[in-house]
């Protein structure tokens, strides 16, 4: 298979393209490297630097002629999203649309597109089904919403198949600790700089966490599965703050003490995703427990404590 990842240089891209690599695939990156880094990017992967939204994108469709499509160039911060409106809606949707459009252009197989818990808001009840109601409470998730019904319209009009995956909380090693980054890398961060972790609210909010190698896989089983449709990716278990710190303090054999502080509105306060139709249609589901990953992406940053960056908080 000839692929083509945009945001190839990123935390999940980079990890999506080894796993291409290792399976025989030959694959071209395209990145900006505004949030992602070429250190990521597997050496015998096809680099180009550039934006989704640059008109030249055509060149490389023609040039590369991809099979398939791994759509994870995105602005991903929901904080970011509420600053900047015009900027998400931009990479978000107008940077999809450019690929839609070459994809239409270029006769390209199909897409895998790199979706959100967001998109759902706050939940109706859990495990959140793909049946669940989408209604986001933030313009990242409204983006990605958007992106979807794009692809599915795509779909219906010039015959494009597709599989949008909608991610729960992803972690692992490459994440970004810095700023919004997932909570892991977040807590890993500051553990590691001798500073307590900073949790808003009382802990007991919890999150579903899926591992990064287990996402890669998903988006390659979504690339030879001839299902088109939507697939929550997920481990489909929810576990609270306090409990994540408790495992982290188990892994480290110390106590870790967070410091508390007010709740942000427009955050959810639980979030678990089931994950049965990608294990049904993909045959898909988590190799990873929780723990496992944990102790993988914490020695991951302890090797790498030398850039690890002060002050972020959790998302």
């Known amino acids: 298979m000839k692929a083509l990842v945009t945001g190839g240089a990123g935390f999940i891209g980079s990890h999506l393209v080894d796993l291409l690599i290792n399976e025989g695939h030959e694959v071209t990156v395209i990145d900006n490297l505004i949030t992602g880094n070429k250190e990521n990017i597997n050496s015998n992967a096809r ?13 490389v469709f023609t040039e590369h ?41 270029n006769n390209v197989k199909k897409i895998i597109f790199s979706s959100t818990a967001a998109v759902y808001g706050t939940p109706m009840s859990l495990p959140i089904t793909e049946e669940h109601i989408t209604d986001p409470i933030s313009f990242y998730g409204v983006s990605k919403l958007a992106a ?13 198949d597709y599989t949008i995956l909608r991610y729960a909380n992803v972690y692992g090693p490459r994440q970004n600790y810095n700023g919004e ?11 590691l700089n001798h500073e307590p972790p900073i949790i808003l609210g009382t802990g007991e909010q919890t999150r579903d966490f899926i591992y990064v190698s287990d996402v890669a896989r998903a988006n390659l089983k979504a690339s030879i599965s001839e299902d088109v449709g939507t697939f929550n990716i997920s481990s489909g278990t929810a576990i609270s703050l306090t409990q994540l710190l408790d495992s982290l303090s188990y892994i480290r054999s110390v106590k870790i003490s967070p410091l508390y502080q007010n709740h942000r509105i427009g955050d959810i306060a639980h ?8 294990e049904l249609k993909l045959n898909w589901k988590p190799i990873y427990k929780l723990e496992d990953g944990l102790k993988i992406t914490l020695d991951y940053y302890t090797e790498h404590q030398s850039n690890l960056v002060k002050g972020a908080i959790h998302k």
């Open 47 to 59: 680099f180009i630097f550039m934006d989704v939204c640059s008109p030249d994108l055509e060149t």
């Open 65 to 105: 002629g991809p099979d398939c499509v791994f759509h994870l160039a995105a602005q991903a911060s929901v904080g970011e999203s509420i600053k900047d409106p015009i900027k998400d809606s931009e990479i978000n949707i107008k940077g999809l649309i450019n690929v839609l459009e070459n994809c239409k252009k």
């Open 148 to 160: 979807e019904m794009y692809i599915k319209t795509y779909n219906i009009l010039y015959g494009i």
């Open 181 to 191: 980054g997932g909570v892991i890398s977040i807590f890993i961060n500051r553990i």
């Open 271 to 278: 979030s678990c995703l089931e994950n049965r139709m990608a």
